[in-house]
Every structure is written in structure tokens, then in C-alpha cells.
């Protein structure tokens, strides 16, 4: 089973992938990875898409980049995973480039599935998208040393991010689950341990 994660910065995403994986991993294999990076190749590609230094990355150049470490991460990380029946927990994946480049970057949703073809032919089985006021997750994130290129963007834009995951949510809604990002942690992986379960 393919799951992935999805939400505006400070959602929390990075914990509580950790905490249903403990969870789950009494009875399955599993394994956890990010989007963009979850490879040496993708970590690398990662690093200049979200590297403050390179501040003259376009956003045309980001999508692309997004959808080329997709691509690798698909075949060196999630296919064989999957093909070794181990349940993947994927930090963001092709719903990231919807809300983040289609949406917010106005790219628009056309263009980012064209580049995305790859990916879409291998969507997640489920999603959960973590909503959450954008301006409460940048309060939480704003002690983080490791302050990258996203991160630095202006309240509008991570207000269009959410704007964009809104509409993604509504385009794809059999297959992502919206949770209420202002609920304790522990009541959050209860949630979505039990929707994994009931699906499993
Ligand atoms: P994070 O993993 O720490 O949340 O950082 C990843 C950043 O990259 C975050 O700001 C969202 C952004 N991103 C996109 O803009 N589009 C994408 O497709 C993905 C996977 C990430």
C-alpha cells in the first residue's frame, strides 16, 4: 500500500509518519521516505530545489526539478517497495506540485500533470492531507535552523498553498482524507491509523 502525506509547513508531517509507522510495524513492513529527496540521487536534487543559495531557481525549473526527483524515487525507492509488498510512507508526493507549483506558483494543474505523467500512472492508494491555518504552522516552524527556499516565501503564498490543497482535495476526493491539523499529535495518528487499518 502507497500513502503518502500532504500539508503546509509546520503541519507536523515528519513526527507523525514516525509515529503511524511504529504503529504499524508490529504487524506489517514498512517504510518511510520524503519527497522531494528519499534517495542519494533525489537528497542531491532536493538540495537545489530548496537550497536558500540558489535563489535564481524558476518556477518552471522547480516543477521540473520536482517531477525529475519524483521520477528517480519512484524507481529507486517506492516501485520496489511496493513490488516487496512493504506498506511505503511517503512525506509529500505528487499532490505537493498541485498545491505548491500548479496552484501557488500559478503553473497551473495541466501543465504540472504533463510533467508529472510518470507519476501519475503510479498514484498513492491513500492520502492524508493535514489542513491547518498557514499562519500557526509558520509559528511553529519559526526556530527551525534549517529556515529553506519555501519556507521564506510570503504569507500569500503559503495561504495559496493551502488554497491549493483545498482544490486538490476536492478534485481527488476518494482518495485523500482531510484531518484536522490543530488536534493533538496522538489524536491525529489515531485517526489515521485506523483509516490505514480499515483499509488494509
Ligand atoms: P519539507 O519536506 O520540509 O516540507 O520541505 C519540502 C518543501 O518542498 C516544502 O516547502 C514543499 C516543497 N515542495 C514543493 O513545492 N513541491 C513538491 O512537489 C514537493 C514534493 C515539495
Given at each position: ?6 500539508g503546509?509547513?509546520?503541519t ?11 504503529a504499524l ?6 517504510i ?8 542519494m540521487i ?19 525549473t522547480e516543477?521540473l526539478?520536482l517531477?525529475a526527483s ?9 516501485l ?11 512525506d ?6 498541485l498545491?505548491y ?5 500559478n ?8 510533467i508529472?505523467?510518470?507519476a501519475?500512472k503510479h498514484?498513492?492508494d491513500?492520502?492524508f492531507?493535514i489542513?491547518l ?9 519559526q ?7 519555501l519556507d521564506?516565501e ?8 493551502r ?7 476536492r478534485?481527488?476526493k476518494?482518495?485523500?482524507i482531510?484531518?484536522d491539523?490543530?488536534?493533538s499529535?496522538?489524536a491525529?495518528?489515531?485517526?489515521i491509523?485506523?483509516?490505514?487499518n480499515?483499509?488494509?
Amino acid at each position: 500500500m502507497f500513502i503518502t502525506f500532504e500539508g503546509g509547513e509546520g503541519t507536523g508531517k515528519t513526527t507523525l509518519i514516525q509515529l503511524v509507522k511504529n504503529a504499524l510495524i508490529k504487524n506489517h513492513e514498512v517504510i518511510t521516505t520524503r519527497e522531494p529527496g528519499g534517495s542519494m540521487i533525489t537528497e542531491a536534487i532536493r538540495d537545489i530545489i530548496l537550497n536558500p543559495i540558489y535563489q535564481g531557481v524558476t518556477p518552471i525549473t522547480e516543477a521540473l526539478l520536482l517531477a525529475a526527483s519524483r521520477a528517480q524515487h519512484l524507481d529507486e525507492v517506492i516501485l520496489p517497495a511496493l513490488k516487496a509488498h512493504q506498506i511505503v510512507l511517503c512525506d509529500r508526493f505528487i499532490d505537493s506540485s498541485l498545491a505548491y507549483q500548479a496552484f501557488a506558483r500559478n503553473l497551473g494543474f495541466d501543465f504540472v500533470l504533463a510533467i508529472n505523467d510518470y507519476a501519475t500512472k503510479h498514484m498513492p492508494d491513500l492520502t492524508f492531507y493535514i489542513d491547518l491555518d498557514p499562519k500557526v504552522g509558520m509559528t511553529r516552524i519559526q526556530n527551525r535552523d534549517k529556515y529553506d527556499r519555501l519556507d521564506r516565501e510570503t504569507d500569500q503564498f503559503h495561504e495559496n498553498v493551502r488554497k491549493g490543497y483545498l482544490e486538490v482535495v476536492r478534485r481527488y476526493k476518494n482518495r485523500i482524507i482531510m484531518i484536522d491539523g490543530n488536534q493533538s499529535i496522538d489524536a491525529i495518528v489515531s485517526e489515521i491509523v485506523q483509516k490505514i487499518n480499515e483499509r488494509l
